[in-house]
C-alpha cells in the first residue's frame, strides 16, 4: 500500500519551511513543506548515500530504481547493493550524460526501462548524479504511470544546494532549456559529501556559484563566511562546506516551501529571487552556444546585474565590489571578454522569465536584500553586458 501522505493534517503549518534541522549523530536532517505535494521532503545534509536506500525501504517501496550515468555508476551500484541487502529490488539504469542528453529521447528511453524492469505505482525512483540526471529522472518519475516517488541523490555541488532542492523537473527542446517540466517535489534528498571526490574542480566552481548567490539575496552572515573562508570552500575543507551546503539548502528551500511554482506576483520570499545572475547568465549560455557552463554564466550575470543595480540607483558600489570579490576568490569568472553584447541581450529578451515586454530581473539592494525590478531599462543592460564583454571595468 501507498504511505498515506506525511502531512498528518498539519494543514496549519503547510505552506512554511516547517523544522529546521534535526541534527542526527553527524547528518543534518531538514524538512521542508511544500504546499502542492502535500509531503514533507527530508533532505539530509551529510549523510551517505546508502540512505537512500534505506528511505526509499521505509517509504514500502515495491521496487527500486536507481537512474545515474556512466560517472555516478559506481554510487548507483553502491545504492543497488545497500537496498538488495535490505531485500529491496533494485534496477540500475545508467541514461547517456550530458546536456545534450536532456531530452525527451531520453524520457522515452527511460520510460521503456522503468517497464522492463516492472516497476509499479508504488516503486521509489532514485536520481543518482548531477542536475542533468534529476531533471531528467524527476520529470520520468513526475509522469510515469501518473507519478512514482522519486528520492534525489545528487553528486555534484550544483546539484546539492539547487537542482535537487525545490522540485523544478524538466527536459529541453531544440528551441530552449527546461521548456519541458513539471514541478515535482523529491519525497527526499540524500547529499553525501564523499560523492564530490571525484568531481573535476571546474564543475565544483558550478556550485560556488549558486552558493553565493544564494547569500547574495539572503543572508550577509552567510556571505560574511563564504569571505572569511573561499580558500577553505575550494579545498573543499569539510567542516566548512558542510555548514555553508546546509545554510545554502535552507535558503532555497525556504524561498520555495513559500513560493512552491515561482508566483508572478514578487513576494517577500519571491521564487524570483533565486533568478539573481541568471537574466543576464541565461543570455550568456545562449549567445556562447553553451561553452559558458551554467554557474560561470550566473557568475559573470550577477556581476553584470550588480552593475546595473548600482546604475539604478538601487545598490552601493562598494556593496557591488564585495560580491565581484567574493566571487573571485571562489574561482568564479566575473567577466566574458569577447562576447557579443547584442546578442546576449537578444537571449535575454527571449528568456521565458521576462513578461510583458521590459526586462525583469531580480537584483540585490544590498547584500542578502533583494529585489525584483520591472522594466531594466534596455540601455542600461546593453551598457553593462558590454563591459563584461570588454573584461569588465
Ligand atoms: N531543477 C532545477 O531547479 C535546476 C537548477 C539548476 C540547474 N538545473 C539543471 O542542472 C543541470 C546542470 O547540472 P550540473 O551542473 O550538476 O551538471 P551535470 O549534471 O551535467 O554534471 C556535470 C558533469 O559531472 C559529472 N558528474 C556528476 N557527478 C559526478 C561525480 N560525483 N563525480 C564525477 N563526475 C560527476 C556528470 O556526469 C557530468 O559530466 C542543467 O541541465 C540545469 O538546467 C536544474
Ligand atoms: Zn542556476
Known amino acids: 500500500m501507498r504511505p498515506s501522505c506525511e502531512c498528518g493534517g498539519k494543514d496549519d503549518a503547510i505552506g512554511m519551511m516547517e523544522a529546521m534541522v534535526h541534527t542526527t549523530q553527524k547528518a543534518q536532517r531538514m524538512i521542508v513543506h511544500t504546499k502542492s505535494a502535500h509531503h514533507l521532503c527530508t533532505v539530509i545534509v551529510g549523510g551517505n548515500v546508502e540512505q537512500a536506500a534505506g528511505l526509499a525501504k521505509g517509504m514500502a517501496a515495491s521496487k527500486a530504481a536507481a537512474v545515474c550515468c556512466q560517472n555516478t555508476l559506481p554510487i548507483a551500484r553502491r545504492i543497488e547493493a545497500a537496498a538488495t541487502g535490505g531485500g529491496l529490488d533494485c534496477t540500475v539504469i545508467a541514461m547517456d550524460d550530458g546536456e545534450e542528453n536532456k531530452t525527451l529521447a531520453t524520457v522515452e528511453n527511460l520510460f521503456n526501462e522503468f517497464q522492463k524492469a516492472g516497476l509499479d505505482r508504488d516503486a521509489v525512483v532514485i536520481a543518482v548524479g548531477g542536475g542533468v540526471v534529476g531533471d531528467v529522472a524527476g520529470f520520468v518519475a513526475s509522469a510515469f504511470l501518473r507519478g512514482v516517488r522519486l528520492i534525489h541523490v545528487p553528486t555534484t555541488l550544483l546539484a546539492m544546494v539547487d537542482s535537487s532542492i525545490g522540485g523544478k523537473t524538466g527536459v529541453n527542446l531544440e528551441g530552449g532549456k527546461n521548456l519541458i517540466g513539471a514541478f515535482y517535489q523529491p519525497h527526499a534528498v540524500v547529499i ?25 539575496i539572503a543572508s550577509p552572515a552567510l556571505f560574511a563566511k563564504l569571505e572569511q573562508n573561499a580558500t577553505a ?144 531599462p534596455r540601455e542600461d543592460a546593453l551598457d553593462e553586458i558590454m563591459k563584461l564583454a570588454k573584461g569588465g571595468d
Open 192 to 216: 553525501d559529501f564523499s560523492t564530490l571526490q571525484t568531481l573535476p574542480p571546474q564543475e565544483v566552481r558550478q556550485g560556488f556559484a549558486e552558493i553565493a548567490k544564494a547569500a547574495c
Open 233 to 376: 570552500m575550494v579545498s573543499l575543507e569539510p567542516s566548512v562546506l558542510e555548514e555553508v551546503v546546509k545554510q545554502a539548502v535552507e535558503i532555497k528551500a525556504g524561498i520555495i516551501s513559500q513560493d512552491e511554482r515561482e508566483s508572478r506576483i514578487p513576494h517577500a520570499a519571491s521564487r524570483m529571487f533565486l533568478n539573481f545572475g541568471h537574466s543576464i547568465g541565461h543570455g550568456l549560455e545562449k549567445a556562447s552556444k553553451f561553452s559558458i557552463r551554467h554557474g560561470d554564466a550566473v557568475s559573470i550575470g550577477m556581476a553584470g546585474e550588480c552593475g546595473i543595480a548600482v546604475r539604478l540607483g538601487i545598490l552601493e558600489q562598494s556593496d557591488a565590489e564585495r560580491i565581484e570579490r567574493l566571487l573571485s576568490s571562489l574561482g568564479l569568472p566575473t567577466s566574458a571578454p569577447g562576447v557579443d553584447a547584442n546578442s546576449v541581450l537578444n537571449a535575454m529578451e527571449y528568456d521565458k522569465k521576462n513578461r510583458g515586454g521590459g526586462l525583469v530581473m531580480a537584483l540585490p539592494s544590498a547584500i542578502g536584500s533583494p529585489t525584483i525590478v520591472q522594466g531594466v
